[in-house]
Nanobody, 125 residues
């Protein structure tokens, strides 16, 4: 499967962005999906994840209450709505597919694969 992340850009602190992750090549409806981010000089970190059915969502403490992950299995697409953005949210954002179908949602990058090229989010103060 190939993942194409989009929707990043330059935004002022307090602003909002909606990231999209479109999957192609095969359906991802049986897979949990995740968003991760990587800032310059830092390791890739978990942001949010959603179960294959969409019924369960999980967030990093740093974005809880400000971000919402959702999915549209008919469109093979996952979204990340980000509000009240902060300069520390600046990073390249990646979406990924959890390696195993169904099952419990994970939050470690090692449990995910098919990383897309990422989309850059820059938040100015």
């Amino acid at each position: 499967v190939q993942l194409q992340a989009s929707g990043g850009g330059l935004v002022q602190a307090g602003g909002s962005l909606r990231l999209s992750c479109a999957a192609s090549g095969r359906t991802v409806r049986n897979y949990n999906m995740g968003w991760f981010r990587q800032a310059p000089g830092k390791e890739r970190e978990f942001v949010a994840a959603i179960s294959w059915s969409g019924s369960s969502t999980y967030y990093a403490d740093s974005v809880k209450g400000r971000c919402t992950i959702s999915r549209d299995n008919a469109k093979n697409t996952v979204y990340l709505q980000m509000n009240s953005l902060k300069p520390e949210d600046t990073a390249v954002y990646y979406c990924a597919v959890q390696i195993r179908q169904f099952g419990s949602v994970r939050n470690s990058p090692t449990d995910f694969g098919s990383w897309g090229q990422g989309t850059l989010v820059t938040v100015s103060s």
